[in-house]
């Protein structure tokens, strides 16, 4: 097992530009969660799974922002309408089960123009 | 006031030295972790306690759930060691982790 992944590792798009993020957690791990960290700043909680089900979204998460787990497996974090403040890192983690140790991926460092 | 804090903000210190990042927080938790992040982004979980103490190589880290109140010691700190160390909380029975906004370690020779 290679652990969380994420891709792309960074995205410079253009404000406006919609952009999808994936994340492949563990295979094991029926837990999934996504997270943003802006500049200097701890990370914040976005959104999380448990299997397929969208269990909770912050209200950081607006409208403009979807996240998918269609399978049980991998997500996918969409943003539409990309603004400047959009630009962050872009974290996944994924556990076995509630209380357990979260793993994070690498993180994809998104850059709007 | 943040659910998490975290002291200091910034250390430096020299190789060798006995280095302790302090994490308070104010909510009620099941468990408390200690999350290393070097630059470039990526994250890696050092500890997650619920009580005690946890010992790992160099890195010890304690928790007094009474005080709410967690701390991570470096023994012997190592240039290597330098990176954001990141304390966050599970509270309750929810397994999002809350987090304090890092403490950026510099160990130099």
């Known amino acids: 097992d290679t652990g969380v992944s994420q891709d792309p590792r960074h995205k410079i798009t253009k404000r406006g530009q919609n952009v999808t993020f994936r994340c492949d957690p563990i295979s094991e791990h029926n837990r999934l969660y996504w997270y943003r960290q802006t500049l200097g700043q701890g990370p914040e909680f976005l959104t999380y799974?448990?299997?397929?089900?969208?269990?909770?979204k912050s209200r950081l998460l607006s409208d403009r922002f979807s996240a998918e787990r269609p399978k049980g497996s991998f997500s996918t974090l969409e943003i539409q309408r990309t603004e400047q403040g959009d630009s962050a890192m872009y974290l996944c983690?994924?556990?076995?089960?509630?209380?357990?140790?979260?793993?994070f991926g690498p993180g994809t460092r998104l850059t709007v123009l | 006031k943040n659910e998490v804090e975290q002291s200091p903000q910034n250390l430096t210190a020299q190789e060798g030295e006995f280095i302790t990042i302090n994490c308070s927080y104010s909510v009620g938790i099941s468990a408390l972790h200690w999350l290393q992040q070097h630059p470039g982004g990526g994250i890696v979980s050092l500890f997650m306690l619920s009580s005690g103490k946890k010992k790992h190589g160099r890195l010890i880290a304690t928790i007094n759930i009474q005080e709410k109140h967690s701390s991570l010691h470096i023994t012997a700190s190592h240039p290597r060691d330098s990176a954001v160390y990141i304390c966050a909380v599970g509270p309750g029975t929810a397994s999002k982790l809350t987090f304090g906004t890092g403490t950026r370690l510099q160990v130099t020779l």
């Open positions: 799974f448990q299997n397929e089900a969208q269990l909770e």
């Open positions: 983690a994924s556990s076995l089960n509630i209380g357990n140790e979260q793993f």
